[in-house]
């Protein structure tokens, strides 16, 4: 939590302010119960009015003071915990985009959102508790101190009894509750997780039936995290009670003491019942302290999981050594071989190609033979664990992140659609796109084919995640914008297979005279979308089988052959021509 009071710092002022009304509150608290016992015993026992109306405006006149400086307080300590929060919440955001594919994986995405939500309001809770009774209480209890001493110190010798007692109590909250706060936030995670699945997976849930078996597995989750809550406010409900009778029977003790010393004469009524309201607020300092020890942990589990994200060093780094490519495009991987983080076996294994400018490659292999990964090493996603993948001879690691991507439109394997306009989604943020570029764009990748139909055309509002669009509209506005920027490589990964033989073949003829100057990588697992390659890298396992156009692959590689022969008969599977492009 230390950690995370740095992030106060452009709040000082605030702070400080706080820290100020705080001492007037602390200041006023102390001094109302000795203004009392002077009325009692200078005033009321004397008869003295005149003495009772100056000291009773007194009395006013300081409360009102405590009130706005309570008030003001308030204010104060809000506006800088949730100035830090806003700070934490930016922070958190500007480290998740630096993050790597690998960092993301590591955190999951349900915990990145717990975090830059849940974790950081508990912050702010615990900043607005630190500010206001972190010091008030020790304040107010040494205080307390201090004044019932000088009214009476043989009176306040209660306290030995009382407050081993108190703290005993809050020591047992204190051992009790800190490991509960760390599961909880887990199992917020869990539930957010769930509940993501939940919500995004609605489609094939209900295909499947699964409604019920859903509901319990958030049943689930939502139960485990209730009862944890639970634990913990059930040891908060036991504390309250044994502090209320702690309190209850030292004031008892005071009666009892004082009243015998008032007896023999040795102590005033004013100054018992001052000492009574001191000892009371010294409690309930105890009180304020076992409260800040219930919060206290839990915000810094927050802190720490907080702090967890904002430590991690992204893998994939900006070079200290940038180098722009020159060339023309080509992709060329030397030897790569590459593992998931955690994982025991490689996804590539001694990967060796090249990909020339205004030729296509195209990629084919099963499902999980490590298609995908090529693409996210090319565009650091990921880093190589061994080799070197180079674009004009230059390492990608030594490219500025921006540039690489910049050189690159990529269409993944699932179009992602954002809210906002299909023209929105198509220029994507790239002011230096003109009209005609998107417009271009849409007519290659045949977004215009089903946009004239809608009455504002391109400029038709998507829904967030694309749920008014089919699957193949959504790949064909992901098409078009990797082409829009008029890059130098294009990577498509699996893009066509949304798109019915038709689309796919328009599409394809329409791109490949645009993009005929470019280097074009395409993934595919439909033999028809890249049998006219210029170059076709079958991949099995991670391992590259073989690399050819597919004539040469038909009677060198068998891998190939199967794949071919698994789609088409043996007269299609004849057909392809290298240069058919
Ligand atoms: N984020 C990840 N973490 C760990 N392993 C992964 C991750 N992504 C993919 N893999 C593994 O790496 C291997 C290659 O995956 P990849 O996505 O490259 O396959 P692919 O050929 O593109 O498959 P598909 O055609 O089904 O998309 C698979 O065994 C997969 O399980």
């Not at 919060?295 to 907080?306: C, E, I, K, N, T």
């Amino acid at each position: 939590m230390i950690k995370i009071l740095k992030y106060l710092k452009p709040y000082t002022h605030l702070a400080l302010i706080t820290v100020a009304l705080v001492v007037v509150d602390s200041y006023v608290t102390l001094y109302l119960p000795d203004l009392m016992s002077q009325i009692v015993d200078k005033g009321i026992t004397r008869g003295n009015v005149d003495y009772i109306w100056q000291t009773g405006a007194k009395m006013l006149l300081v409360s009102l003071i405590q009130v706005l400086a309570i008030i003001f307080m308030s204010l104060t300590s809000s506006k800088a915990a949730m100035g830090v929060g806003k700070d934490l919440r930016n922070h958190i955001f500007k480290k998740v985009q630096s993050f790597s594919l690998g960092e993301i994986d590591q955190f999951s995405t349900a915990s990145l959102i717990t975090r830059t939500t849940n974790d950081i309001t508990q912050i702010q809770q615990a900043i607005v508790m630190i500010l206001r009774m972190v010091i008030r209480a020790p304040v107010i209890a040494a205080g307390s101190i201090v004044m019932a001493v000088s009214k009476d110190a043989k009176l306040t010798m209660i306290l030995l009894v009382s407050v081993p007692i108190a703290a005993v109590a809050m020591y047992f909250i204190f051992s009790k509750t800190m490991p509960l706060f760390k599961s909880m936030q887990k199992k917020i995670d869990r539930l957010n997780l769930v509940l993501r699945e939940r919500v995004t997976g609605v489609r094939v849930i209900r295909a499947f039936n699964k409604e019920d078996h859903e509901k319990e597995r958030f049943e689930k989750a939502n139960v485990d995290l209730t009862q944890t809550a639970l634990k913990v406010n059930r040891i908060g409900a036991v504390i309250f009670p044994i502090m209320m009778i702690v309190m209850n029977f030292t004031i008892i003790a005071l009666v009892w003491f004082g009243s015998k010393q008032i007896d023999m004469g040795q102590l005033q009524v004013g100054s018992m019942m001052a000492v009574m309201q001191y000892v009371i607020q010294i409690l309930f300092s105890f009180i304020m302290i076992s409260m800040i020890f219930i919060f206290l942990p839990r915000a810094s589990v927050s802190a720490q999981r907080v702090i967890e994200v904002l430590k991690t060093t992204p893998t994939v780094l900006q070079p200290s050594d940038p180098t722009e490519p020159t060339g023309k495009g080509v992709i060329r991987f030397e030897d790569v071989s590459f593992y998931y983080p955690g994982a025991k076996e490689a996804a590539l294994e001694n990967i060796s190609f090249e990909a020339q400018p205004g030729k296509m490659t195209a990629i084919i292999g099963s499902t999980g033979s490590g298609k995908t990964t090529i693409l996210n090493l090319i565009m650091r996603f990921y880093d190589v664990t061994r080799g070197t993948v180079k674009i004009d001879g230059v390492d990608v690691r030594h490219i500025p992140l921006e540039r690489l991507r910049g050189m690159i439109g990529y269409a993944p394997q699932k179009a992602v659609i954002f809210s906002g306009t299909i023209a929105d989604n198509i220029r994507f943020g790239r002011d230096e796109l003109s009209n005609e570029d998107v417009l271009r764009a849409a007519e290659i990748a045949q977004v215009d084919e089903f946009t004239q139909k809608m009455p504002e055309g391109l400029n038709s509002p998507v829904a967030q995640g694309g749920t008014n669009l089919s699957g193949g509209q959504k790949q064909r506005i992901s098409i078009a914008r990797a082409i829009a920027g008029k890059p130098k490589i294009y990577l498509f990964d699996d893009t066509f297979s949304a798109l019915d033989f038709k689309t796919d073949a328009r599409v394809r003829a329409k791109l490949l005279k645009e993009v005929k100057d470019a280097t074009v990588i395409i993934v595919a697992q439909r033999v028809a979308t890249v049998m006219n390659a210029d170059q076709i890298i079958v991949i099995k396992d991670g391992k590259v089988q073989g690399i050819g156009n597919h004539k040469q692959l038909m009677n060198t590689c068998p891998v190939y052959k199967d794949i071919v022969l698994s789609q088409l008969s043996e007269e299609e599977a004849v057909g392809g021509d290298s240069n058919g492009k």
